[in-house]
């Protein structure tokens, strides 16, 4: 088969890729705009959520009414685009995959929404420990606590964000060895890389203390053996079956 014949055959897949790809696009940037003009709501909904009581939030710049509406966009955005995202995905693969893939698939959209949900909110939850944790220490050294509402909001957008992607691993795992791409005994022999792994990305988050690393490493290491445990099940039944 030549180059030329080659182009020809993968050529609609990626124009159909394309399009796919920029209405996710318009998507996110729909929901984002929605996002930057009600920064202010979406602002106080999150400083109510994480009961800060005693901590001054304060604004540093008169410039950092933009950035909040900025990181808002982004995080209105980010979480209208990811069913999109799914869905798309998911319709495209449909005509490759055979019915009980296909069902496997759909089984697991809204498992991914869930996971991304708990992610997110453990996310929040760790950089509220954060939080509190600083509070202490300020009024353990009677000096005054002061946050930068920015920085702040940036922080706790970014880490629960990525630790929302991050909880979607053990599906791309699971259909990974479902599909056959990757072997179950392969996979349990990475156990430390994936210990390994799971603890660089957690010292890349925006809390940088070794306990709060520790901490969102955790899940990640359980959600990884639970994995393992879930695939070794579905093996097992499917050689009995």
Request: aromatic share 14%.
């Amino acid at each position: 088969m030549t180059a030329e014949d080659t182009i020809n055959k993968y050529f609609p897949y990626l124009l159909e890729i394309r399009k796919r790809l920029l209405l996710a696009v318009s998507v996110m940037l729909v929901s984002g705009f929605l996002g930057f003009f009600y920064y202010d709501r979406i602002v106080a909904a999150m400083v109510k959520m994480l009961q800060l009581d005693g901590i001054n939030i304060v604004f540093t710049s008169p410039f950092q009414y933009v950035e909040l509406a900025m990181s808002s966009a982004l995080l209105i955005g980010l979480v209208s685009a990811i069913p999109f995202v799914i869905w798309q995905l998911l319709s495209f693969l449909k005509p490759a995959l055979k019915d009980p893939e296909y069902r496997l698939v759909v089984f697991m959209l809204p498992l991914a929404l869930v996971l991304f949900a708990a992610g997110f909110a453990f996310g929040v939850l760790m950089m509220k420990y954060v939080v509190v944790l600083f509070q202490a220490s300020a009024t353990k050294l009677n000096i005054g606590n002061y946050l930068d509402v920015s920085a702040l909001l940036t922080a706790i957008i970014t880490t629960s964000s990525l630790m929302g992607l991050a909880f979607q691993f053990p599906l791309v795992l699971t259909a990974l060895v479902h599909f056959k791409a990757v072997k179950y005994a392969w996979l349990a022999k990475q156990r430390p890389w994936a210990y390994l792994s799971s603890f660089i990305f957690s010292i890349m988050l925006p809390p940088t203390d070794v306990l709060s690393d520790v901490l969102l490493t955790l899940p990640l290491v359980i959600l990884f053996e639970l994995t393992l445990i879930l695939n070794r099940l579905l093996l097992k039944s499917h050689q009995r079956g």
